[in-house]
């Protein structure tokens, strides 16, 4: 397999793949391996047996590995809905970022490893037509199954490279909340905000499983400072600040 990109340190190919359904990729899908370490991480992604895999792994000293080409379908992305659409797999190029996650000790992605994702991504999107705000967290896409990359994941940092979107967070403070149980016009209108940012939730007036999920998909990428699902003043006003800074076509 010869590599998409030039930044390819090594290639490993794997044999997770398929034809994708649609002619182009539009979203850069962003994932912790959550594994113990990235040989093991890496090795699963090539192995058969795991029906998982990526186009890129990107290890904490900064190495590239490839594994599926970015014209493929890798099995990345799993069962997830954004923007209306299904079949993530199909819309996007995958890297996983080599990180043991929340279940085997999540820690601070080391600055090398930062500094050629950077790279990566821009590369990525200079081949791809990916607009900013779908440069995504796994846990975008899948809020009920997945946290990674997580709220440790220097995303400002990615910002101020040109990569994706967002906006200051609101400073938390007091005000008026809501939260898992409450009902009303106040919490479809919160679910209405988070659908046309892209979530994939159903708009019932409802704060149940589903919106606490999503809440916490959206704070770990967006308002990180606090990680509770609970939908408090500066969530609702950093969630208001993405959707009026989008462009006025897609907005």
């Given at each position: 397999m010869t590599p998409d990109s030039p930044l390819v340190d090594e290639v490993l190919p794997s044999p997770n793949f398929d034809e994708r359904?649609?002619?182009?990729?539009?979203?850069?899908?962003?994932?912790?391996?959550?594994?113990?370490?990235?040989?093991?991480?890496?090795k699963w992604l090539a192995m058969p047996v795991s029906k998982v895999s990526c186009h890129y792994l990107v290890h904490e000293d900064g190495r590239v590995v490839q594994l599926?080409?970015?014209?493929s379908r890798a099995w990345h992305a799993g069962a997830g809905k954004w923007q209306g659409r299904e079949d993530v797999n199909s819309r996007s190029i995958g890297i996983e970022i080599v990180n043991p996650g929340h279940e085997f000790g999540y820690r601070a992605f080391p600055e090398a490893q930062i500094e050629r994702l950077i790279e990566?991504?821009?590369?990525?999107l200079s081949r791809w037509p990916i607009e900013p705000r779908n440069v995504l967290a796994h846990s975008d896409t899948a809020p009920s199954r997945k946290q990674d990359p997580g709220e440790l994941f220097p995303w400002h940092r990615l910002h101020a490279a040109g990569i994706g979107h967002l906006v200051p967070a609101e400073p938390i403070g007091g005000g008026r909340f809501i939260a898992l149980g409450d009902e009303g016009a106040?919490?479809?209108?919160?679910?209405?905000?988070?659908?046309?940012?892209?979530?994939?939730?159903?708009?019932?007036?409802?704060?149940?499983?589903?919106?606490?999920f999503a809440t916490l998909a959206f704070q770990r990428h967006f308002r990180p400072e606090r990680v509770?699902?609970?939908?408090?003043?500066?969530?609702?006003?950093?969630?208001?600040r993405l959707l009026s800074a989008l462009p006025a076509q897609t907005a």
């Open positions: 359904q649609v002619s182009a990729p539009d979203i850069l899908m962003l994932h912790y391996t959550g594994m113990e370490d990235g040989q093991k991480a890496a599926v080409r970015e014209a990566l991504c821009r590369d990525v106040p919490v479809a209108a919160f679910q209405e905000l988070l659908a046309l940012y892209g979530y994939g939730i159903e708009i019932n007036g409802r704060f149940d499983e589903a919106t606490r509770d699902g609970v939908a408090d003043v500066s969530t609702v006003a950093t969630l208001h």
